[in-house]
């Protein structure tokens, strides 16, 4: 989160598994606050560059990030990316992700700017995008001004985290 309260950068970090050989890349699809094709940034450090795609119809970048080699079954890639945003005077309030399969856990870390401290941050779950969460908890920020959620076991639903901001 920047000091004008807006997310410009996602790190992602995720571990797959190969449920059949010869899979090359990950598919990756990420919705936008502010789409322009021209203000988004999506890098992988290692291998070849992603092949990204921008889907305005839906509000979506799509990138297929390279493996680096074919996966065997069963065998497991550690894939890091990032994504980048230029702001056009929005503001964030959220940040969520749809999990389309179960997973043994899931991490989601906010940075907060210290010029840019929500007032309340809660973590929702909902069972699909758009509808009200089905539940909201609230996470209080640490000394280094983040909030997380993890939850184990988790389940293939949308888990984010929400923010207010002051009024000023």
Not at 123 to 142: A, F, K, M, S
Request: with cysteine.
């Amino acid at each position: 989160m920047n000091e004008h309260r807006w997310i410009e950068e996602s790190r992602v970090t995720v571990v797959v598994r190969a449920v059949r050989s010869g899979v090359r890349h990950l598919t990756v699809v990420h919705s936008l606050h502010s789409p322009a094709a021209d203000s988004i940034d999506l890098t992988a450090p290692c291998g070849p560059a992603p092949a990204v795609r921008f889907l305005p119809e839906v509000d979506c970048v799509a990138a297929d990030i390279p493996l680096g080699r074919a996966l065997a079954r069963n065998e497991t890639a550690v894939i890091e990316y990032t994504l980048r945003s230029v702001c056009d005077g929005g503001v964030s309030h959220q940040h969520e992700r749809r999990v389309s399969a179960p997973l043994q856990a899931y991490l989601l870390h906010m940075r907060f700017h210290p010029r840019a401290l929500p007032s309340t941050c809660r973590r929702t779950y909902r069972r699909q995008p758009g509808t009200e969460p089905e539940y909201r908890d609230r996470v209080p920020l640490d000394a280094a001004r983040t909030a997380h959620l993890m939850p184990a076991k988790c389940p293939p639903d949308v888990h984010g985290l929400e923010w207010e901001w002051p009024k000023e």
